[in-house]
């Protein structure tokens, strides 16, 4: 599921299940599982995306500073 605006994909919001209801930590409300996916507040921020897990002994590679942008290509 995509980032679509709605309880089901909101960073404050704990999706419920059939059964149980869900809650919007931010407002303190419970959220009905059929109605998660349809309603949201002003409130409502993606939530972050998971960062990859590197192997045990493998360094990143540093981030250059000094590298310039080429948006020339994207102009033309």
């Known amino acids: 599921?995509?980032?679509?605006?709605?309880?089901?994909?909101?960073?404050?919001c704990t999706p419920g299940n059939g059964v149980e209801m869900g809650w919007c930590q931010l407002r303190r409300l419970a959220i009905?599982?059929?109605?998660?996916?349809?309603?949201?507040?002003?409130?409502?921020?993606?939530?972050?995306?998971?960062?990859?897990?590197?192997?045990?002994?493998?360094?990143?590679?540093?981030v250059r500073q000094d590298r310039q942008l080429a948006l020339s290509e994207l102009l033309n």
Not at 1 to 12: A, T, V
Not at 33 to 61: F, I, N, Y
Request: hydrophobic share 30%; proline share 16%.
């Open 32 to 62: 009905h599982p059929d109605l998660a996916s349809e309603v949201w507040c002003h409130h409502w921020m993606a939530p972050t995306k998971p960062l990859p897990v590197l192997a045990e002994g493998v360094r990143p590679q540093p």
């Open 1 to 12: 599921m995509g980032y679509r605006p709605s309880c089901r994909s909101c960073r404050h």
